[in-house]
């Protein structure tokens, strides 16, 4: 199994998620993680999709039906060396009087992460990262209490240097400046 | 772009003195109306219902502009478009209402989907503040089409109307075509526009961009492997047929000499008498083009798909052969036969760059071989289809004697099973546009309707359905429509009493366990005598000329009931997950 990031490029109109995820599910792909939002320039959307697949072949396959669904400017597949990647996840850790104080220096030097938010009982700490440094962490700070865990799908930049203007010349981009 | 001023005029909701200078406001009906006569609609097959009534209410005064055709059920609406579209090359329209009415149409746009038919479906909805409360009569269409439209939308506001229709239009017909749908809310049908109406047909989009003239490196590539090929083997499809590329197509074969194959929806691109015609492709196809598939040394692909139908075994299907696949879709290139030289682009278009890239050549005695095979196969099963000895007439007697009726040059429109395959099988086509069936879905009971859009598209040519018993009875209700109309659809149907391909599959491959395939049939002459359409059956062999030519003379839509063989199967036939050169003939 290889993954593979695919980034789409929409107009950001009602239905475009359910036209994406359509193609997905008839031929039987399922969705690791998922992220929409809208792009440098107004009105278009970048859909980041995240799947595990054996056949890159089938994976084209895929970008290519994708790229038919008509409010859908552009579609790229990416392998993991093709792209800067990351997530951000979230930990509420159970804190109460008593238990063992956590080492809050390991956290923020080793590990990255960050209390954003302090209550009397628990905290809530923010790491980003890979899915790998995030289990890394999850794994270190899993003796204390979790009382919520969540974590966000990747997004993701191609390390090309061209922008999505390079790869649609003919597009008048004027109109979404 | 002509836009008739009085048009505009007409509001709908109140007549206003015509010299009103300030422009008037049409409410949404109306600008939906005066859309489609924009875009030349002037025909709609349509059902009323709850919510598109303010549109029907709209079309009451636009009935010189637009003749709207009511059918007696929503996919016969659907079918019939499918027709009109398919032999006029122009969009096909339907309307329907929300809920049933939308869902009704689903069958006829997931086949003109997967047949590439330009069609626009236009659906009422509930009033936009009902939306997601399970009003009455409230389906959500858009969920329910997105995988079988090429591009579907919901308008809530009138404002929107002008430029979604035009966008419609335009995805529909260009590129791959392909139905959208439009879903209006009740309350966008009935607001006023806030601005004055204003339309402006759809020329391009930033998103969509369909490939009209191919690459020329590509065709360059595809042109070097065609020069260098000792055994090319062409096949055409339906993409032929909607580029209107027929002409290019023979100016090229015969150029190159190769020969040509059709799959069964490009059948008529390519007249059966020419001589690098060599049949067509498939599962019930020729003998030779199958088996020859396999011996060729480059496949020339042409507007088509290689469907499942079409390859058999993918994995022993032309495995020593290069491929170039000139297809206007990309999606379809390497979607199941890999290219080696693709060529993405309209048909025509590449077909004229190809053409004089390409040198004269003579492949004479490669196109022999096909003969051999000819030769067995009407030994083995064409002469005996066609002069049999049994008692019970076959089908395939009847296919061609209305094939020598009509000089090949009739419309055709088969349903789905064996009669479609002896119709792709014994009618000779000679008439480009001329075959119109369900190919990718395999519609039952798709013929009846469509053969009576294609008689409005077309009404001056003659236009024949060819429709098994089983299938007849799914759209017989279409009686009514075609009997109102008065158009001259002539009905052929050939009964077994039985679902016949369902019972040849059951006969060869599943031990005659006839599992539900038996019909006890109602009297269809009398039935379509209650429509007001005259019929006979036909029963006896010695009948069948003056029945076909009775049917033929008649200036009326004419049904004609023929008893045939009950168990007859097709031959050639490859066999679900078979290679194409193990084509039996038996």
Not at chain 1, 91 to 106: H, M, Q, R
Not at chain 2, 191 to 203: G, R
Not at chain 2, 463 to 472: E, N, P, R, T
Request: proline share 4%.
């Amino acid at each position: 199994m290889t993954t593979y990031t695919i980034c789409v490029f929409t107009e950001n109109t009602i239905g475009i998620l359910n036209k994406i995820t359509t193609i997905f599910t008839r031929r039987r792909i399922n969705i690791e993680s998922l992220t929409v939002s809208e792009t440098e320039r107004k009105g278009i959307s970048r859909f980041t999709i995240v799947i595990r697949h054996e056949s890159r072949e089938a994976v084209e396959k895929l970008v290519r039906q994708i790229r038919k669904i008509i409010e859908v400017l552009a579609v790229f597949g990416y392998l993991n060396d093709d792209i800067a990647y990351n997530e951000i996840a979230m930990f509420k850790i159970s804190t109460p009087i008593g238990a063992k104080p956590l080492d809050i220096e390991t956290i923020n030097k080793t590990y990255k992460a960050w209390v954003v938010y302090w209550h009397l009982t628990y905290v809530i700490i923010q790491k980003t990262g890979t899915e790998e440094e995030i289990f890394e962490f999850f794994n270190y700070i899993k003796p204390h209490e979790i009382l919520e865990f969540v974590r966000s799908g990747r997004v993701a930049v191609s390390k090309s240097p061209q922008t999505l203007v390079d790869y649609l010349p003919e597009a008048e981009w004027e109109y979404y400046m | 772009m002509e836009f008739n001023e009085n048009q505009t005029q007409k509001t709908g909701i109140a007549e206003r003195p015509v010299s009103v200078a300030a422009p008037e406001l049409i409410n949404g009906s109306h600008a939906l109306i005066q859309s489609l006569i924009i875009e030349g609609v002037k025909t709609i097959f349509g059902y009323p219902g709850g919510a598109i009534m303010p549109v029907y209410d709209a079309i009451y005064d636009y009935q010189e502009q637009i003749n709207h055709i009511l059918v007696r059920h929503e996919q016969g609406a659907a079918h019939a478009a499918e027709g009109f579209a398919r032999i006029t090359g122009e969009v096909g329209i339907c309307l329907a209402t929300s809920g049933p009415g939308a869902t009704n149409l689903v069958t006829g746009i997931a086949d003109a989907i997967i047949d590439s038919t330009p069609m626009v479906c236009i659906v009422g909805q509930v009033g936009s503040h009902l939306l997601g409360t399970d009003a009455f009569q409230e389906t959500d269409i858009m969920g329910v089409t997105i995988p079988i439209t090429k591009w579907n939308y919901q308008i809530t506001n009138p404002d929107e109307i002008p430029e979604i229709i035009a966008k419609a239009f335009y995805i529909a017909k260009s590129g791959r075509p392909g139905p959208v749908l439009i879903d209006i809310t009740k309350d966008a049908q009935l607001k006023l526009m806030s601005k004055p109406f204003d339309y402006k047909k759809c020329e391009k989009l930033l998103s969509y961009r369909p490939r009209l003239s191919p690459k020329e490196e590509q065709v360059e590539a595809a042109a070097k492997l065609i020069n260098e090929s000792k055994r090319p083997f062409l096949f055409f499809g339906h993409g032929v047929q909607i580029a209107h590329a027929e002409k290019e197509l023979l100016q090229f074969i015969e150029k190159t000499d190769v020969p040509a194959a059709s799959t069964l929806l490009g059948l008529s691109s390519v007249s059966v008498d020419h001589p690098n015609y060599v049949g067509w492709l498939g599962m019930h196809g020729n003998y030779g083009t199958n088996v020859l598939t396999n011996q060729c040394d480059l496949i020339i692909a042409i507007g088509m798909r290689f469907d499942d139908r079409v390859t058999g075994d993918l994995s022993r299907y032309a495995k020593q052969a290069k491929v170039i696949h000139i297809e206007i879709d990309p999606a379809e290139i390497d979607k199941i036969k890999k290219a080696d030289a693709p060529v993405v682009g309209d048909a025509k278009r590449a077909l004229e760059m190809l053409l004089p890239l390409v040198k004269e050549n003579n492949h004479e005695a490669w196109r022999a071989e096909f003969k051999k095979f000819d030769a067995i196969e009407d030994e083995k099963i064409t002469q005996p289809e066609l002069a049999p000895t049994t008692e019970k007439i076959k089908m395939a007697e009847v296919i061609r004697t209305l094939s020598n009726k009509t000089k090949g040059e009739a419309v055709v429109v088969a349903d789905v099973g064996q009669h479609q395959m002896m119709t792709a099988r014994y009618y000779q086509f000679k008439k480009a546009n001329s075959f119109i069936t369900s190919g990718g879905l395999g519609t039952m009971g798709y013929a009846l309707p469509a053969a009576f859009g294609a008689k409005v598209g077309a009404p001056e040519r003659e236009v024949v359905a060819i429709i098994g018993d089983g299938c007849f009875q799914m759209t017989i209700q279409e009686l009514g429509t075609i009997a109102q109309s008065g158009l001259p659809v002539k009905i052929i149907i050939l009964n077994n009493n039985f679902l016949g391909m369902v019972r040849q599959w059951q006969q060869l491959f599943h031990a005659k366990r006839y599992s539900f395939v038996e019909l006890q049939n109602p009297d269809f002459i009398t039935i379509a005598k209650g429509f007001g359409i005259d019929g006979h059956t036909c029963g006896a062999r010695e009948d069948l000329n003056d029945s076909l030519d009775k049917m033929l003379a008649s200036d009326k839509p004419y049904l004609l009931e023929v008893m045939v063989e009950k168990e007859e199967n097709v031959f050639p036939m490859v066999p679900t997950g078979a290679c194409v050169a193990d084509i039996r003939l038996e």
